[in-house]
């Protein structure tokens, strides 16, 4: 099937929605495509009936109400075609999407980092274990240690807490010092503040230990315990689940597969959120990571620029430039320690795609290196958990972007013509890939 829109806007989370309902008033013809079954992203995951946030309740409110914007939820791009086109898939099959504009908002995912016994059943990422709550998974009575770097670890153990989880403890790897400087300046946004506020009152009794972080997970077949250096001595706790993240990456593969060019593992984009090719935009948090506020603004003005309405987007560059600055606050408070590239043994595993432990990568020169001769970033997830690894560990960049970008069934691939067929082997089968 083959749908023609005027404004193609890939992702349903804040940036996504905020760049729908700017630009729905211009009438064109609008598509928002999400892979998840509700809109609303990782922030608001769950849809308007579960959400406490007036600004979401409103943007679904807008959005419903907009004759000519369309939905497709479940639905995955899986490579990008000549000719403007896109191809998805939908749970009903293969969608070729034709577009006059592209909006990309397809937001962050978190930075996970090895260390013995990581892969344990029990351990998670700290947004995973949230989003597994949200969704319903049973946490209650549990004993949940969440651990790593970024005011999202608040956010993780307040849902936990609400869920019926005990929180035994919150370790954060920055510094005291910082983690102090970076609340202080929360004066700056009351918004903020406030928020900030709520959370540590939601989270009363739960003990709080910046200059921490987790060394090691044990346990037999699932997670026992964890080992937590703290203050320069190792502890032991017992727990049942493990939720630790260090921060967000963000989601550029399907903009690099379009050309775009990326700064510091982020789409580049001009004042109107245009991107390096023409009739591109991004929004959010592949942008670089900012948080719901900038990802909000920086939609309006995706939105607004798409929709050949860059003058009503320029009232809106002051209040973009204010939430990029709380973000490169927020990254100077949490940006990772040099000591966490020690945390992996030799045995430890770096690509649990295909069991590449950290011995078999530390002596090559760059990931390209790594492919060929260990399969590194070769397996289902295609280097989005151990690219962010390898990054930090090594000091890596991912040099190619795989089609399809998504697991694709072998129809909906032949769906997509011929030519595209041809296109997407050839990519999958690049020149960095081994023979069989």
Partial sequence: MRRAFDIVIIGAGPAGMAAAQAAAASGAAIAVVDDNVKSGGQIWRGGPDESKDGRAIALWSALREARNVEFFSRTRICAPLDGKELLAETPDGALILQYGTLILATGARERLLPFPGWTLPGVTGAGGLQALSKGGYPVAGKRVVVAGSGPLLLAVAATLKIKGAEVVAIFE?????????????????????KQAMQLR?????VPYRAGSHVVAAKGKDVLEKISVMQGGRRRE???????????LI?????????GCATIDGAVRVDGLQRTSVPDVFCAGEGTGVGGVDLSL?????????????SQDAEPHFAERERWRAFARRLERAFALRPDLRSLCEPDTIVCRCEDVAHRSLASHPNWRSAKLHTRCGMGPCQGRICGGATGFLYGWTQDSIRMPLSPTRIGSLLAGGEAAGTELNAAAAGPDTPSA
């Fill in 250 to 258: 963000p989601n550029v593969e399907l903009a690099s597969a379009l």
């Fill in 201 to 205: 009152a939601t989270l009363s009794g």
């Fill in 173 to 193: 790897q920055a510094p005291w010092h910082r983690v102090a400087r970076f609340g202080l300046s929360l004066a700056l946004t009351p918004g903020k503040l």
């Fill in 237 to 247: 706790i017992d727990c049942d689940y493990l939720a630790c993240g260090y921060g």
């Fill in 297 to 309: 603004v920086e939609g309006k003005i995706a939105g607004l620029a798409a929709a050949q309405r």
